[in-house]
């Protein structure tokens, strides 16, 4: 719903209809007030013809916003690249999980190859010891 907000532009109140909050539309008129001194400095009864000096005005906000519009602009660029690298170090990550998910796979495949090989080891070794000696190793006093 519209309503009526009373505000201040160059020692004159003008009224404003809007839906915008009231917070807003002062602060736009602040803006505008701030511009309008920047134009004619400190003696606001400065000899610059009204229609001039609305022209000014209208080109310094138009200059301020299309310096925001390329600002926001090139941010857009900046956070549309971060959303790219964002996705691709997400892919990457999977990646790198399947192959750590496959090589710990691999590493306890061979650990249980390695610990069946010491069994073995051990058993032959066990095995060894039980086994009865041959000529030449009693001959010659070993085992």
């Not at 000096?53 to 390329?70: E, H, M, P, Q, S």
């Not at 249980?112 to 051990?122: K, N, S």
Request: proline share 1%; with cysteine.
């Amino acid at each position: 719903m519209a309503r009526k907000v009373d505000v201040v532009i160059c020692g004159k109140v003008i009224t404003l209809k809007s839906n915008e909050e009231e917070a807003h539309l002062q602060r736009i008129a602040r803006y505008i007030d701030q511009k309008m001194s920047e134009l004619t400095g400190a003696n606001t009864t400065a000899a610059i013809d009204e229609r001039v000096r609305t022209n000014l005005i209208a080109v310094n906000i138009a200059n301020d916003y299309f310096k925001v519009a390329d600002k926001l602009a090139r941010i857009e660029v900046t956070k549309d690249k971060y959303k790219e690298e964002i996705d691709r170090l997400q892919q990457e990550n999977t990646l790198l999980r399947l192959e750590y998910d496959a090589l710990k796979a691999e590493h306890t495949a061979l650990q249980v190859e390695h610990d069946e090989y010491i069994e073995v080891f051990d058993n032959v070794k066990k095995h060894e010891n039980i086994l009865p000696l041959n000529r030449g190793e009693r001959k010659a006093g070993l085992r």
